[in-house]
């Protein structure tokens, strides 16, 4: 078969390509640890507010300085509204929702997940620079999803 040049040299461009794609993936994954969240835990919706994962909300900091801040997203907004957590320590987020699909966006970090009725969202990340940052829902869920916000407060530690 009579393959033109030019056809072969597109071929070819586009298999380097795919091969160019699946590099960048590998690299993310293996070299960055780059992931998807991947944490499965389910919760039934209609009564998180008498799930014992969730009965205390705020800031918890274990005998390691490892921070877990478990909150609860609402229409139309994150309950606790504040939350203050260490510098330079690995903070654990434990997000649920009361009602309908929120977002937990913390604004200027990688902190970002979405939070699904029926499921525990959780991530873990350290934040290096000490300061007030803006938590926002970046997922639409109604009339006042635009004053959908909460604080975090990260504090140097001595
Ligand atoms: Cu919650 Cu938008």
Request: with cysteine; charged share 15%.
């Amino acid at each position: 078969m009579n393959v033109h040049l030019y056809e072969k040299i597109w071929m070819w461009a586009s298999g380097l390509l795919i091969v160019a794609f699946l590099a960048t993936i590998t690299v993310g994954v293996a070299g960055s640890a780059l992931q998807p969240p991947s944490h499965v835990e389910t919760i039934d919706p209609t009564s998180v507010w008498n799930d014992p994962r969730f009965a205390k909300r705020g800031v918890s900091v274990d005998e390691h300085g490892r921070a877990t801040v478990v909150v609860i997203a609402m229409m139309f907004a994150f309950q606790p509204a504040e939350v203050h957590v260490p510098a330079n320590r690995p903070v654990t987020f434990r997000v649920t929702s009361a009602d309908v699909t929120h977002g937990f966006e913390i604004v200027g970090t990688n902190g970002n997940t979405m939070v699904v009725p029926g499921y525990v969202s959780q991530f873990t990340t350290t934040f290096r620079t000490p300061g007030e940052y803006l938590i926002v829902c970046n997922e639409y869920c109604g009339l006042s999803h635009h004053l959908m916000s909460a604080k975090l407060v990260v504090e140097a530690q001595p």
